[in-house]
């Protein structure tokens, strides 16, 4: 079985995203970038299931500026045997990024599509779902627990009512959730040797894909600022503050 | 032009988040239809013909809906849809799953979880978990479009009387089956659309401690709902989880104990008009956006809140 596995390059979760001046969308110079956070769960998962011999070939994929390699990189040294790079510069829609994967997948013919649920940039939580309509696959989405059977997955998925098992028939594709699994760190041994694999570079205009958005991103703004709030010394007088001033209890 | 929104229920009974929807539908269009697919679900149908934003329901009643998957809706939906300019449903689970496979057959760059709709082609949406606002406008001729129901308000619920159409389902899809949901049930508000929230984090320590969140849960009337880290480290189930890749809510009251703050969780409640947070770490920066902060060891201070709000006279529910 072979697994491909999409990752994105993302501003990390961990910095507070900044409003450029213009309006024109957020500050990217300088900012620290590391791959989607639910896209490691998604290439854990496939190296799990290689690792356990129920696939033979784990394959990471992304697609973006020359920048982008390093998430496959990254894929690769903890465990993703090979790795492509589709060169596209500036936003890829979800819907170009699945038309993309799509050829991809009739080009390696892989028998399982993982991914992260959503990309924390954009959180658009479409690519998956949109693969999966276009290839005419099941599409296991939220996957928090992954169970490889013969011909088939079972996945539990986190919906908003609690969670909910389906099986899906081989080919799937997955996105995953980040409770799937605990991503493992990469060992600096592995760093050097991800990269001696191989990672094959294509462009998007060579597949054949229109990547021209289809939405104008108009202005990006602020979120309006909340007004500063005080500390309160004691429980009681905030319950007096919640019934008496805020007046919500 | 017209707009078809995609129900959201329980083969009863439409879910909340339907009703926001059908407000923001309306407002991208006034000219709005409901698609209902279910099994054994007239009773589901006749509930959206009674919103009086509604002009006309269509109902395809088969077996194949029991369960709601994806694949067995988007083939339906898209015998449905030449007539309609927007494609309409809620961004939570259930529309979260479907929509995309909907916008993908039908060529269309999906415009996700707005929180306004400022024309009929135009929209504002949060990215980068709401810490940035994007205005975008769709050029596609269709649109697919899902809406954050937590930004509109529900839609009345009684009051119209639309036509009801009954019409054919699409193909079955073969390759994938249900297998079985396990809902929490509760007595409590549904957490999407309580009025008050109050949410615990890493700092409970154990899922026992819930207790002393669920008590004061109780007095209030209020959902109960969790950080990442409380539902990661097992604390809680995952319906509880508010935040970037939670749920996000908008109660009049979210009390937050024991939360330190990360971004993604405060994509999930910042919007909240009262923010309540209880933290011994007085940096922690939960307290940046909190109304009301107290810093404050929660073992201490839940007890005493309990007991502060057993002295008061009336609690609004």
């Known amino acids: 079985m072979k697994i491909l596995v999409a990752v994105k390059r993302v501003i990390d979760y961990n910095v507070q995203v900044r409003v450029k001046d213009d309006g024109t969308g957020v500050v990217t110079d300088n900012v620290k970038m590391s791959t989607n956070p639910p896209d490691d769960n998604a290439i854990e998962e496939a190296v799990k299931i290689k690792e356990s011999g129920k696939a033979k070939e784990v394959i990471a994929i992304t697609i973006g500026d020359d920048k982008a390699q390093e998430t496959v990189r990254k894929a690769l040294a903890v465990g993703a045997d090979r790795g492509i790079h589709v060169k596209v510069d500036g936003i890829v829609e979800p819907l170009a990024v699945s038309k993309i994967l799509k050829k991809i997948v009739e080009k390696e013919n892989p028998d399982l599509v993982f991914m992260g649920k959503q990309a924390i940039d954009d959180d658009c939580n479409q690519t998956g779902q949109m693969l999966a309509a276009i290839l005419n696959w099941p599409q296991a989405t939220f996957a928090s627990k992954i169970e490889v059977k013969e011909k088939s997955l079972e996945v539990t998925r986190e919906i908003d009512e609690g969670l909910e098992t389906i099986e899906v028939n081989i080919p799937a594709i997955v996105t995953c959730d980040l409770r799937l699994n605990e991503p493992r760190y990469a060992s600096l041994p592995n760093i050097m040797k991800a990269k001696k694999k191989p990672l094959e570079q294509l462009n998007a205009s060579d597949l054949g894909v229109d990547t021209k958005a289809r939405i104008e991103q108009i202005k990006v703004e602020e979120p309006p600022k909340r007004k500063a709030g005080i500390k309160v010394a004691s429980v009681s007088e905030l319950v007096q503050k919640l019934k008496n001033e805020a007046k919500v209890i | ?317």
């Open chain 2, 1 to 317: 032009m017209s707009v078809l929104l995609i129900a959201e229920h329980n083969n009863s009974d439409l879910r909340p988040f339907t009703f926001n929807a059908a407000t923001a539908a309306s407002k991208i269009n006034e000219n709005l239809h409901v698609l209902v697919l279910g099994n054994k679900s007239d009773s589901v149908a006749k509930a959206a013909s009674e919103i009086p934003l509604v002009k006309k329901v269509i109902h395809v009643d088969n077996e194949i809906f029991d369960n709601f998957t994806a694949e067995n809706y988007t083939s339906t939906i898209l015998k449905h849809v030449d007539n309609y300019s927007h494609i309409v449903c809620s961004a939570n689970t259930f529309g979260k799953n479907l929509m995309p496979r909907v916008a993908a057959l039908l060529d269309t760059s999906q415009v996700s979880d707005i929180v306004n709709v400022i024309s009929e082609d135009t929209f504002l949406r949060p990215i980068y978990a709401g810490n940035a606002f994007a205005t975008v406008k769709s050029t596609d001729k269709k649109k697919c479009v899902t809406i954050r129901p937590t930004s509109f308000d529900p839609a009345p619920s009684t009051g119209g009387s639309a036509e009801i159409v009954k019409s054919e389902p699409g193909d079955k899809f073969e390759s994938s089956k249900f297998v079985k949901r396990e809902e929490i049930k509760s007595d409590r508000p549904e957490l999407g659309t309580a009025r008050v929230v109050i949410s615990g984090g890493r700092g409970m320590q154990n899922s026992d401690n819930f207790k002393l969140i669920s008590a004061i849960a109780d007095k209030l009337n209020a959902a109960i709902g969790a950080s990442r880290a409380a539902v990661d480290a097992g604390y809680i189930t995952n319906d509880h989880q508010v935040g970037q890749t939670g749920k996000v809510v908008v109660p009049d009251l979210y009390i937050a104990v024991g939360i330190s703050g990360a971004i993604q969780h405060l994509a999930g409640m910042k919007e909240s008009k009262v923010i309540v947070a209880i933290n011994k770490d007085g940096e922690a920066p939960i307290f940046s956006v909190a109304d009301y902060g107290l810093e404050a060891d929660l073992f201490e201070a839940l007890p005493q809140f309990l007991e502060e709000l057993n002295k008061l006279n009336s609690i609004q529910k």
